[in-house]
């Protein structure tokens, strides 16, 4: 419902997806109350808003068909149902040990790269300038590394640890981004290249702090990494 009261209100699209986007916290609080606190578990509300932005903006990227708007909007069901879920086992496992923990955390790992994948295909989709796309994806990387990160350990104290280890990624998908402004890609590989990237420094972080990791860990990223990589320059116009 909420994307059909955003297709009425297109031409407050922005406004639209704001408001959209403050609902979903409203809910999420409200869901959440009792694990709540003004504590970390806060950082249980980012990739619910984040996703719900990105899903919001791409929704205006597409052709105006029925056939388009149909599978995001079952997108949009499935993946705020599954991060209700993933958002109260988190909130459950900052008091308590859960079993389902785990499956949560591959969850939360999937939805926030597609929410990378929506925020960066949205702003490259805009062709800003470079200091105001870079500064933008820096902006909406931040929140989602933090709270990558806080998945792990769960804890509800403050950590300059978690601050520091978002900044720097944020700091290079910064950098990325600044790079592929001047690489002639299309928005869809510039996209997916940028959240590969974002893929690899998530995930080696969270396997960091998971104390796993090891040579072989850190050479698959890599390989993974190069591959990306070199199907990103074969997939490039050169001189077009």
Do not use: H
Not at 182 to 205: D, H, K, Q
């Amino acid at each position: 419902m909420g994307f059909i009261g955003v297709q009425i209100l297109e031409s407050y699209k922005i406004f639209a997806i704001g408001v959209l986007g403050l609902l979903t916290v409203i809910f999420f609080v409200w869901s959440l109350w009792e694990g709540l606190g003004l504590n970390l578990t806060l950082l249980t509300l980012v990739l619910p808003i984040l996703f719900t932005i990105g899903v919001g903006l791409f929704w205006f990227l597409l052709p105006s068909s029925i056939l388009t708007r149909i599978p995001i909007i079952l997108l949009y069901g499935l993946g705020i149902y599954a991060l209700c879920l993933t958002a109260n086992i988190y909130t459950v496992a900052t008091i308590r040990t859960i079993a389902l923990l785990r499956a949560a955390r591959g969850v939360g790992f999937v939805l926030t790269l597609l929410t990378f994948f929506l925020l960066f295909n949205t702003i490259f989709s805009l062709r800003w300038n470079i200091y105001l796309s870079g500064l933008s994806i820096f902006c909406l990387s931040f929140p989602l590394y933090l709270q990558g990160y806080w998945t792990i350990p769960l804890t509800k104290k403050k950590s300059k640890f978690f601050l520091g280890m978002s900044l720097i990624a944020s700091i290079v998908s910064f950098e990325i981004s600044l790079a592929l402004y001047f690489w002639p890609v299309t928005v869809l590989v510039g996209s997916l290249f940028l959240t590969a990237t974002s893929y690899m420094i998530l995930g080696l972080g969270q396997a960091d702090l998971e104390g796993r990791l090891f040579v072989q860990t850190v050479r698959e990223y890599l390989v993974l990494g190069l591959l990306v990589f070199l199907g990103m320059f074969f997939a490039t116009r050169w001189g077009g």
